[in-house]
């Protein structure tokens, strides 16, 4: 699979985050009563791609960028907690795209990737959009 279409399906993937925030706009009262699913999904679905991760580097074998990766990750879970930031969303979902290119000799790994932060960005895409709209209400 050559460049340019590998960077046409991560793009296409990114589009999960736009159909979370459309989703958002369309039913907008059920984003308080939903509030706690969409985190629930959320952190589900960032484990599930961690664990993906973590599997696909170390049956490549490479263990210095996994050990990168994971510090990453770890700083980006714990400035997740943070209630004050309402943006930390996008970074969340972009810092998935490293190991797409990383590991871009195996394409098991790659629609996997592909299909999980498509998946992530629904709840990332309504939770941002949530936080903007309690925002404004304030």
């Known amino acids: 699979m050559n460049t340019l279409t590998q960077i046409f399906i991560l793009l296409i993937s990114l589009l999960g985050f736009l159909f979370g925030i459309i989703l958002s706009l369309i039913a907008p009262e059920e984003l308080k009563p939903g509030k706690k699913y969409f985190f629930l999904l959320k952190h589900t679905l960032f484990l599930i791609i961690l664990v993906n991760i973590i599997y696909f580097f170390?049956?490549?074998?490479?263990?210095?960028?996994?050990?990168i990766l994971t510090i990453i990750y770890l700083t980006f879970i714990i400035i997740q907690f943070k209630p004050r930031n309402n943006y930390w969303e996008i970074p969340n979902y972009l810092i998935f795209l490293v190991p797409y290119f990383l590991l871009n000799q195996n394409p098991t790994f790659q629609l996997l990737q592909t299909t999980l932060i498509f998946l992530y960005g629904f709840p990332a895409g309504t939770i941002l959009r949530f936080k903007i709209f309690q925002k404004q209400q304030k």
């Open 58 to 67: 170390i049956k490549q074998q490479e263990y210095l960028a996994l050990i």
